[in-house]
């Protein structure tokens, strides 16, 4: 087992180098951490380069290891929801992680994740938004519905910048459509 210190200057290190683009030194630094020294949030920085790298299988098994060490890590359920989403293959087990990552907030509806060296919130809102679009493009559009309705009520007036996606894809849902012609893409997590 590594000390501490240095499973952060590994982690350190491979943020710095996401930063800079530097995707296959990333993956480096963050592989080079022993895998009873990784925990939830390098696993998940890990999985994030793995995405952006486009190797989509590996950022799975990396965020199935973020939801095993930390079962509360509301964003780790969030990006499996879009890498599903993306691999295609598995966009039936979508609505599934978004719904999870929007029951891992409990008091506030925003959380930031500054300590994984993120520079992003996550919003209750954007977790039952994407439920709702990924079960309309998996065809349920009754379920998809009753979320993005959830996504309206959370967002409110907190000046949520996503409200044209929700307006867009509930007027969709309201008329029924069977279109999958839908400006609104996913609310994005980077």
Known sequence: MESP???LEKWSAGVEAFKGRDHRK?????QSISPESHTAKTMFCEAVVHRASGNLESAARCLESVMEKDPHLA???????????ELK???ADAPYYFEQASHKFTVR????YATLGLRFKLHRASCE???????????????????VQ??????????????????ELESILTKKEKSTDCDSALIPLL
């Not at 938004?129 to 979320?147: E, I, R, S, T, V």
């Open 89 to 91: 293959a598995r966009k």
């Open 5 to 7: 210190a240095k499973v």
């Open 129 to 147: 938004y994407n439920c709702a679009h990924a079960l309309w493009l998996n065809g349920q559009g009754g379920n998809a519905l009753l979320w």
């Open 109 to 112: 509806n925003e959380v930031g």
């Open 26 to 30: 990333a993956i480096s630094s963050l």
């Open 75 to 85: 964003v780790g359920y969030f990006l499996m929801g879009i890498v599903c989403l």
């Open 150 to 167: 959830a996504a309206r009520k959370t967002a409110g007036a907190a000046g949520f910048q996503y409200m044209s996606k929700i307006d």
